[in-house]
């Protein structure tokens, strides 16, 4: 074996293997492990290759020293592959850097831990998807009851309804073969409606679509209806569906559980003057992947990453031991699963990679102990995550010194949007950066501050992209099509300058070269999803308006 040293520093001595050396350039090249984690993996795939021995803490500073040993298989004998090693990075960086660096440490995940994520996503998916193990699984994979992918020669009018994203939506669309013609009107809903209850909450609902109607001249006529409603729902057809929890914020009493349908229904009918025929509810993923899979028919995920996460499949009805058969909608081969993948790690699977940041956002949020998955990769709560560390950050001197840095000290001071404008910066310089550290009132940051912050804006967005890449690599196995199209929406996704790189190549090295994948980016998925599902629904029996209304035309030729 041979064995490498070198001095650090004066008085620090590393020792190392050959192979150690050669490893750690690999990951130096990608992302650094930690030993603790990497410990965890061994041991919880059941098969402990490495016997670790860390006495650094955890977090903050990393493994201040530590004895690395490995059993070698067969001989009965262990053998230390690397000694007393606090860092491996040559004095490129300063002391402050390296300790920024160090700082982020848990927040940095490898190919092991994505390919441990991706293995338990698609556990928690198969035991979602069976009905004796249903109860089991964080991956509810409900089924939607959207059975057909639209063929592009859908036609009708339709009225739509889009709530639980940033905004609520009532739109009026017209599709023909080859084009959709859209208008919309957004609603907001207060913070007082989110969270007040949920009578209330319908009737504003009831009373846009009222307002819509009348300022779009369709008192006469009674158009069918899709709700794309965006919280993970316990459907028992394709309109019906019980809502599982509130996310994102919402939390309006008495319609946990309950039919929103018919609530919607309800508040129709105390309102006495609409004509709608509520005739599917869906959310947006679902939607996302309708409307891509309108114009290509190889889509087969929908995904949204916005304020929330979330992806839908198409599964084989065989394998759906959930589903209630009902006679009425036919059998057909495939149907749409919305896996509410948001809620994985509820139930401890994503502990071994989940930081103290981490853990600080779930307690802190309306739903503690809910949706882990979502509150580690989605826009609702990654800029919160980089506010988090760099409070501690902050607090530790290492950034942002001799600043006012109070306005950091607020819950929310940090918005998503925030890292995608710092990350958009050419790496050295500091534009857009500055642009931010202005907003938050910071002045006078010198460089050094404004490389740490895009440093620890990059671990918690790279970690959003691989654990999402981790997600679909799990959803393309599981179906085992050869070639998939990815259909993606949210502002998460579209904005940020480099999710889709990120994400895209990790799901390749994951799935490795045998497999094509590709990414489609859906054009308001929630509005177009709604009428296409109520166009298949409707089998293309109600004609479109003529084309030369005013509107948003959207041709697909
Ligand atoms: P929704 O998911 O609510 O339907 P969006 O897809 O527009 O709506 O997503 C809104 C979320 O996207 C917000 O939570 C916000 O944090 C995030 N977001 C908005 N703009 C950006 C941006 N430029 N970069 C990254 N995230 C963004
Ligand atoms: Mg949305």
Same mark, same amino acid.
């Given at each position: 074996?041979g064995?490498l040293a070198?001095?650090?520093?004066?008085?620090?001595?590393?020792?190392?293997?050959n192979e150690?050396m050669n490893?750690m350039m690999?990951?130096?090249?990608?992302? @650094?492990?930690?030993?603790?984690?990497?410990?965890?993996?061994?041991?919880? &795939?059941?098969?402990k290759?490495c016997?670790n021995e860390t006495?650094g803490?955890?977090g903050?500073?990393g493994?201040?020293?530590s004895? #690395?040993?490995?059993s070698?298989?067969?001989?009965?004998?262990?053998?230390c592959t690397s000694i007393?090693?606090?860092t491996?990075?040559?004095h490129?960086?300063?002391?402050?850097r390296?300790?920024?660096?160090?700082?982020?440490?848990?927040?940095v995940v490898?190919?092991d831990? !994505?390919h441990?994520?991706?293995? #338990?996503l698609?556990?928690?998916i198969?035991?979602g998807?069976?009905?004796e193990?249903h109860?089991q699984?964080?991956?509810k994979c409900?089924?939607t009851?959207v059975?057909?992918?639209?063929t592009?020669? @859908?036609?009708?009018?339709?009225?739509?309804l889009?709530?639980?994203g940033t905004?609520?939506?009532v739109?009026l669309?017209?599709i023909?073969e080859?084009?959709?013609?859209m @208008?919309?009107? !957004?609603?907001?809903?207060s913070?007082?409606?989110?969270l007040?209850?949920?009578?209330n909450?319908?009737?504003h $609902?009831a009373?846009? *679509?009222?307002?819509?109607?009348?300022q779009?001249?369709?008192?006469?006529l009674t158009l069918?209806?899709?709700f794309t409603?965006?919280?993970p729902?316990?459907?028992?057809?394709l309109?019906?569906?019980?809502?599982?929890?509130?996310t994102?914020?919402?939390?309006c009493?008495?319609?946990e559980? @309950? =039919?929103v349908?018919h609530?919607l229904?309800?508040? $129709?009918?105390r309102?006495g003057? *609409?004509?709608?025929d509520?005739c599917? $509810?869906?959310?947006?993923?679902?939607?996302?992947l309708?409307?891509?899979?309108?114009?290509e028919?190889k889509?087969? $995920?929908?995904?949204?990453l916005g304020?929330g996460?979330n992806a839908c499949? /198409?599964?084989?009805e065989?394998?759906?031991?959930?589903?209630n058969?009902d006679?009425e909608q036919?059998?057909?081969?495939d149907?749409?699963?919305n896996?509410e993948w948001?809620?994985?790690?509820?139930?401890?699977?994503l502990?071994?990679?989940?930081?103290?940041?981490?853990?600080?956002?779930?307690? &802190?949020?309306?739903?503690?102990?809910?949706?882990?998955?979502e509150?580690m990769i989605?826009?609702m709560y990654?800029g919160? /995550?980089?506010?988090?560390?760099?409070?501690?950050?902050?607090e530790e001197g290492l950034i942002?010194?001799?600043q006012d840095t109070?306005v950091?000290? &607020?819950k929310?001071a940090f918005?998503?949007r925030f890292l995608?404008q710092i990350?958009a910066d050419?790496?050295g310089?500091?534009?857009?950066?500055?642009?931010v550290?202005?907003?938050?009132?910071?002045?006078?940051?010198?460089e050094? =501050? *404004?490389?740490?912050? #895009?440093y620890i804006?990059?671990c918690?967005?790279r970690?959003?992209g691989f654990m999402c890449?981790?997600g679909?690599?799990?959803l393309?196995?599981?179906?085992?099509y050869k070639?998939?199209v990815v259909?993606v929406?949210?502002s998460?996704?579209?904005y940020?300058p480099?999710?889709?790189?990120v994400?895209?190549s990790?799901v390749a090295q994951?799935m490795g070269i045998d497999?094509?994948?590709?990414i489609?980016m859906?054009?308001d998925g929630?509005?177009r999803?709604a009428a296409?599902?109520a166009?298949?629904l409707?089998?293309g029996d !109600?004609?479109p308006e003529?084309?030369?209304?005013?509107g948003d035309?959207c041709?697909?030729?």
């Amino acid at each position: 074996m041979g064995l490498l040293a070198y001095f650090k520093k004066p008085g620090e001595m590393v020792l190392i293997t050959n192979e150690r050396m050669n490893e750690m350039m690999e990951e130096r090249m990608d992302t @650094e492990r930690t030993d603790e984690r990497l410990d965890t993996i061994s041991s919880l &795939q059941g098969e402990k290759k490495c016997n670790n021995e860390t006495t650094g803490r955890k977090g903050s500073a990393g493994n201040k020293w530590s004895i #690395r040993r490995e059993s070698v298989p067969g001989e009965g004998r262990v053998r230390c592959t690397s000694i007393s090693m606090k860092t491996y990075k040559p004095h490129l960086i300063c002391e402050t850097r390296r300790k920024v660096e160090d700082l982020c440490r848990d927040l940095v995940v490898n190919n092991d831990h !994505i390919h441990l994520v991706e293995m #338990r996503l698609r556990d928690s998916i198969s035991k979602g998807l069976d009905k004796e193990h249903h109860d089991q699984s964080s991956v509810k994979c409900y089924p939607t009851y959207v059975r057909k992918l639209p063929t592009g020669r @859908e036609k009708g009018r339709f009225l739509a309804l889009d709530l639980g994203g940033t905004n609520f939506r009532v739109l009026l669309i017209n599709i023909s073969e080859g084009y959709f013609l859209m @208008e919309s009107e !957004i609603y907001s809903i207060s913070e007082e409606l989110m969270l007040g209850k949920g009578d209330n909450l319908f009737d504003h $609902i009831a009373s846009c *679509l009222a307002g819509f109607i009348v300022q779009y001249n369709l008192g006469d006529l009674t158009l069918p209806l899709g709700f794309t409603f965006s919280f993970p729902l316990i459907q028992d057809g394709l309109a019906q569906g019980r809502l599982a929890q509130w996310t994102k914020g919402f939390k309006c009493a008495g319609v946990e559980g @309950e =039919d929103v349908v018919h609530l919607l229904k309800e508040a $129709i009918s105390r309102r006495g003057d *609409l004509k709608i025929d509520v005739c599917a $509810i869906l959310n947006d993923t679902t939607g996302t992947l309708m409307s891509c899979g309108w114009k290509e028919p190889k889509c087969r $995920i929908g995904l949204i990453l916005g304020t929330g996460t979330n992806a839908c499949y /198409l599964e084989k009805e065989s394998k759906v031991g959930t589903l209630n058969h009902d006679p009425e909608q036919g059998s057909g081969s495939d149907i749409i699963i919305n896996t509410e993948w948001g809620a994985f790690g509820d139930y401890g699977e994503l502990d071994f990679i989940r930081t103290k940041w981490d853990e600080e956002i779930d307690e &802190q949020s309306l739903n503690p102990g809910k949706q882990i998955f979502e509150k580690m990769i989605s826009g609702m709560y990654m800029g919160e /995550l980089v506010r988090l560390v760099l409070e501690d950050m902050i607090e530790e001197g290492l950034i942002f010194t001799n600043q006012d840095t109070s306005v950091l000290s &607020q819950k929310g001071a940090f918005p998503t949007r925030f890292l995608s404008q710092i990350e958009a910066d050419a790496v050295g310089h500091y534009d857009r950066g500055r642009e931010v550290v202005g907003e938050l009132g910071l002045s006078d940051v010198c460089e050094a =501050d *404004l490389s740490a912050l #895009r440093y620890i804006c990059e671990c918690v967005s790279r970690r959003a992209g691989f654990m999402c890449a981790a997600g679909l690599t799990a959803l393309i196995k599981k179906m085992d099509y050869k070639e998939v199209v990815v259909a993606v929406d949210g502002s998460l996704f579209r904005y940020h300058p480099h999710f889709r790189n990120v994400m895209k190549s990790r799901v390749a090295q994951l799935m490795g070269i045998d497999y094509k994948f590709d990414i489609m980016m859906s054009e308001d998925g929630s509005g177009r999803g709604a009428a296409l599902v109520a166009a298949v629904l409707k089998g293309g029996d !109600i004609q479109p308006e003529p084309v030369n209304q005013k509107g948003d035309l959207c041709s697909i030729m």
